[in-house]
């Protein structure tokens, strides 16, 4: 019964590859996120989708495309992968996007190694 | 823009010793305040939180009070454990950006 789950969990690849990560919650939320965790544990915003519709993007290069086909959905697509983007990528979801509902539960994580 | 300072870790502590990690914000509004932990190889999970100023939140022996005059969210336990050891994280959310803006992280390493 895990709330907000991430697949795979450990991803390694060469530079230039195209990748993606997938995520699903289970928890009847409408706003799913998600997040880049640097080596020095810093955490960023990368992208937010409510009810499907995206409603943040942060700076993030146009090499990574989100995707939601429905509410409980949200993937991660990159493409041509550099070195920099190895890290840990986090999906998140909450029930709304603002007030006492905005708590995020997070899945585990995908380790992303580009070699 | 909103942001989060942390105080730097690592922190060492021994068993049974007290806790302050130190948080403050900067924020346009009124935010809601949170702090997550991180085990190791896992997820963030929310520790407490509080939503107004003179909150406070309370979960497992942590305790942090939403202080809207120094702007902080200090987090602290009366007496820590080896199953503590993680990584803090401080953050904040404003309906008005949408997103939850953390800090830096600190990390926390109990010592028997």
């Known amino acids: 019964d895990t709330a907000v789950s991430q697949t795979p969990k450990y991803l390694v690849t060469q530079m230039g590859n195209d990748k993606s990560i997938k995520c699903e919650q289970n928890?009847?939320?409408?706003?799913m996120y998600w997040y880049k965790q640097d080596s020095k544990k810093f955490l960023k915003i990368m992208f937010s989708?409510?009810?499907?519709?995206?409603?943040i993007n942060e700076t993030v290069p146009n090499r990574f495309s989100p995707k939601s086909p429905d509410k409980a959905h949200l993937n991660l697509h990159i493409n041509s992968l550099e070195l920099g983007d190895s890290a840990v990528y986090f999906c998140?979801?909450?029930?709304?996007?603002?007030?006492?509902?905005?708590?995020?539960?997070f899945g585990p994580g995908t380790r992303l190694t580009v070699t | 823009g909103n942001s989060v300072t942390q105080m730097e870790g690592p922190v060492t502590l021994s068993e049974e010793a007290f806790l302050t990690i130190n948080c403050t914000y900067t924020?346009?509004?009124?935010?809601?305040l949170f702090w997550y932990v991180q085990y190791p190889g896992e997820g963030l999970q929310l520790l407490l939180k509080?939503?107004?100023?003179?909150d406070k939140g309370s979960n497992k022996g942590f305790e942090a009070t939403y202080r809207k005059e120094t702007t902080s969210f200090h987090l602290e336990k009366g007496s820590v454990q080896v199953s503590d050891s993680a990584v803090y994280f401080c953050?904040?959310?404003?309906?008005?950006?949408?997103?939850?803006?953390f800090g830096t992280g600190t990390q926390l390493k109990v010592e028997l």
């Open positions: 998140a979801s909450s029930q709304g996007d603002r007030g006492p509902k905005t708590e995020q539960y």
């Open positions: 989708y409510n009810n499907k519709e995206l409603i």
């Open positions: 924020a346009t509004g009124y935010p809601s």
């Open positions: 509080a939503t107004k100023a003179d």
């Open positions: 928890l009847g939320h409408d706003t």
């Open positions: 953050a904040l959310f404003t309906g008005g950006g949408n997103k939850l803006t």
